[in-house]
């Protein structure tokens, strides 16, 4: 079943709490927050994925009832220009997302206010960054490393630290700091804004927005466990927090990296503003009401669970293809089996092995090619499979046959007009010079619009594609280009085997 079929989670109740206590926290500041936003402004789908029924742009929506109040900093880690990290979910470059980010931003009435480029060392690449920003009139300031941070406080929250950072200019009482990823220098540049503004006279405070851990929930709950599965790349840990335990004598979830910047982090405030901090803990910095909207606990823990499975999956991809280290996949596999987990403990794929010993048995034994299964889970729960052939990818196959599934259609029925499976054939043969002919998804899907304009059949089936959105999917071999782009627009969860398609190392 799909994850938008269960609701785990009330949206409303969520908005309605999460903003007062925003509210509540810039009072509580002067009425200037510097509010560090950890996680995804925009399109959530971790969220959505471990609490069904999550919105995954619900954060936005709550922007946008502060929108009056609120303004907004990027932040953006020069290194990660410089090596073109990329945002897995929607397969483009951080500084791409940037770009990205900001037109939505503005499509939502939001006033971004600049980009931070951190830890900037003259980079070529930030530097083309930098310029493609100003040539379209968005200010960018560049951040560069202060020698002995975090340490050094002394340093750090001088006119040598933070005081030689340039001072954004903001004018309202919310100044929200978010970046396409994690480890992009946002609380940094929180940091270096307070200590400006107090400076000028004015009273600023900071916090955090964060999403997971969920504080209120038990340590080695699901919901937090998979959080430690989507940063397992970047050793990150849930933990106790042993200052909020110690101030309260009240179990509280956090996670390694705030707890430990914790100390240093209170230092360089108190140092900053000439007070004693109120803030006890690491949870006390945080404002995090996403707990208190859980309305079904065993839906979340057991949504989580196969969240667990798909980054196991993911991450093994990743390795594959050199993206991430052996000791991440480890980490996975034994969060895996602290649930009694496998990978096979995931609808879709044993479905999809099936359909690769179909084909394999049904090839001709001379045909060496390699062959791929896939299968997909209806929203009523029933799971259907395709697999390769000479004229269309496994993808291809899998989502033909499940339109038609949904539109009431008989299986042995062609959807795509002969002609323009043809013609496209002879595009990639004699004009492409590809050496297979056989459609991707992308390529399927543009056929199959096609052929709606002309077959009232296939104008019904593909009705069917929103339908797709949420559904889970397994493929037994790493998808192509074009297959997982399509994948991503047509919003499956989609997971996959570690092994290539081909033995070639290049790919077009």
């Known amino acids: 079943m799909t994850t938008e079929s269960i609701k785990a989670f009330d949206n409303e109740r969520y908005l309605t709490e999460q903003t007062a206590a925003i509210r509540e926290r810039i009072d509580r500041a002067g009425n200037k927050l510097y509010l560090e936003f950890g996680g995804k402004l925009l399109f959530d789908y971790h969220a959505a994925r471990v609490l069904p029924g999550f919105d995954p742009n619900v954060k936005m929506r ?3 009832q502060l929108k009056d109040q609120a303004e907004i900093i990027l932040c953006i880690f020069a290194g990660d220009i410089e090596r073109n990290k990329m945002r897995a979910d929607f397969g483009i470059t951080y500084d791409s997302d940037t770009f990205k980010l900001i037109d939505d931003l503005r499509e939502w009435g939001l006033t971004v206010r600049a980009v931070v480029i951190t ?3 003259d980079q070529p690449a930030a530097v083309t960054f930098q310029r493609k920003l100003e040539r379209r009139d968005v200010r960018v ?3 560069r490393a202060i020698p002995g941070y975090p340490t050094d406080v002394e340093r750090i929250a001088s006119d040598t630290g933070y005081g030689s950072n340039p001072y954004i200019e903001t004018s309202r009482p919310l100044v929200v700091v978010n970046a396409p990823g994690p480890n ?5 540049t929180c940091l270096s804004q307070v200590f400006h503004e107090h400076r000028r006279g004015v009273k600023a405070g900071y916090a955090k927005f964060e999403t997971f851990p969920i504080w209120n929930l038990p340590l080695r709950h699901p919901v937090n466990v998979a959080y430690e599965a989507a940063t397992a790349d970047l050793r990150d840990q849930n933990m106790i927090d042993p200052y909020h335990l110690e101030a309260y004598n009240v179990r509280a979830v956090n996670y390694n990296r705030d707890i430990e910047s914790f100390p240093l982090l209170r230092r360089i405030l108190e140092k900053i503003t000439g007070e004693r901090s109120q803030v006890q803990s690491p949870t006390d910095m945080g404002v995090n009401r996403v ?10 823990a057991e949504a989580a669970k196969q969240e667990l499975i798909r980054r196991y999956y993911r991450y093994s991809c990743e390795y594959a293809m050199g993206q991430v280290e052996e000791e991440t996949v480890h980490r996975v596999q034994a969060l895996l089996e602290e649930f009694q987990l496998s990978p096979r403990s995931r609808s879709v794929v044993q479905p999809a092995y099936d359909a690769l010993d179909v084909a394999e048995r049904r090839a001709d034994k001379g045909n060496r090619g390699v062959f791929c299964g896939a299968a997909l889970e209806l929203p009523g729960g029933e799971v259907v499979t395709g697999c390769n ?3 269309l990818h496994a993808a291809s196959s899998l989502v033909l046959n499940a339109i038609k599934r949904l539109a009431g259609l008989p299986q042995h029925l062609d959807l ?5 499976i043809e013609s496209i054939a002879e595009l990639r043969k004699e004009v492409l010079r590809r050496e297979s002919v056989s459609l991707n998804l992308g390529e399927t899907l543009i056929a199959l619009s096609i052929s709606s304009t002309t077959n009232p059949t296939a104008r019904l089936a593909m009705d069917q594609l929103s339908k797709l959105r949420g559904c889970e999917l397994h493929l037994t071999h790493l998808p192509t280009g074009g297959d997982a782009k399509a994948l991503r627009r047509l919003g499956v969860n989609l997971t996959s085997d570690p092994r290539f398609a081909s033995a070639k190392l290049f790919a077009s």
Do not use: C, E
């Not at 992009?184 to 940094?188: I, L, N």
């Not at 707990?291 to 979340?300: E, L, R």
């Open 62 to 64: 709550l922007l946008g």
């Open 291 to 300: 707990g208190f909207a859980i309305v079904d606990d065993q839906a979340a």
């Open 119 to 121: 830890r900037f060392a």
């Open 416 to 420: 795509l007009s002969p002609n323009i």
């Open 141 to 143: 300031y560049t951040h």
């Open 184 to 188: 992009s220098g946002k609380m940094a």
């Open 389 to 391: 052939s000479p004229l």
